[in-house]
């Protein structure tokens, strides 16, 4: 059974870098599926950020290249995400999700972080 | 980049069918996929590659595609179906997007 798990600071200043990483069990981030980051601002819809595929390809949301990094921890089977220059408009809750041409077929919990001073 | 259009919401009566409409101009050169997302829960996904479904799915949830618009259909809608509909897919670059959701109601 793949099980996702995304961990990190709840709180994260403004102008700082919100750092989260995803553990995943049951799969290989180095198999054929892609791993995505996905966030939802209160009360508003889905957002994608980017993915990792292909041991340590990345794709990422135009409107947030500048400032994303998803980068891969093979020798922990985890992967990272790293926004810089957050503002409160990045207070979200941000998932997880396995993805693939079958679809994000399997996401974490969720993590909520508070962009505030 | 492209958008996915869904309505804001959907109501319907116990028992009835639902329709969600998607649009977009990734449609149908690339495919659709459908989350369902309740209250505190993370999405899940209901429908991939435009019309297969999860077998933990229900039937009743069916996915279709024409032209530039792709639809979910539940069929004999129940209470637990209320919840938040996503559609998403993407571009020919691997930019995946996501519709703005359509919330079910169930009156």
């Known amino acids: 059974q793949v099980q996702l798990r995304e961990s990190g600071p709840a709180l994260v200043k403004p102008s700082g870098t919100l750092s989260l990483t995803c553990a995943v069990s049951?799969?290989?981030?180095?198999?054929?599926?892609?791993y995505c980051w996905v966030r939802q601002a209160p009360g508003k819809g889905l957002e994608w950020i980017g993915q990792?595929?292909?041991?340590?390809?990345?794709t990422y949301h135009p409107s947030l290249k500048s400032r994303v990094i998803i980068s891969p921890d093979n020798s922990k089977n985890q992967f990272s995400l790293k926004v810089s220059a957050v503002t409160v408009a990045d207070t979200a809750v941000y998932y997880c999700?396995?993805?693939?041409?079958?679809?994000?077929?399997?996401w974490g919990q969720g993590t909520s972080v508070t962009v505030s001073s | 980049s492209s958008e996915l259009t869904q309505p804001p919401s959907v109501s319907v009566s116990p028992g009835q069918t639902a329709t969600i409409t998607c649009s977009g101009d990734?449609?149908?050169?690339?495919?659709a996929y459908w989350y369902q997302q309740k209250p505190g829960q993370a999405p899940m996904l209901i429908i991939y590659?435009?019309?297969e479904r999860p077998s933990r799915i229900p039937e009743r949830f069916s996915g279709s595609s024409s032209g530039t618009t792709v639809t979910l259909t539940i069929r004999g809608v129940q209470a637990e179906d209320e919840a938040d509909y996503y559609c998403?897919?993407?571009?020919?670059?691997?930019?995946?997007?996501f519709g703005g959701g359509t919330k079910l109601t169930v009156l």
């Open positions: 999700a396995r993805g693939g041409i079958n679809g994000m077929d399997v």
């Open positions: 049951g799969d290989s981030i180095r198999s054929s599926n892609w």
């Open positions: 990792i595929y292909n041991s340590g390809r990345t």
């Open positions: 990734a449609f149908p050169k690339q495919y």
């Open positions: 590659k435009d019309a």
């Open positions: 998403q897919s993407a571009d020919s670059t691997s930019i995946v997007m």
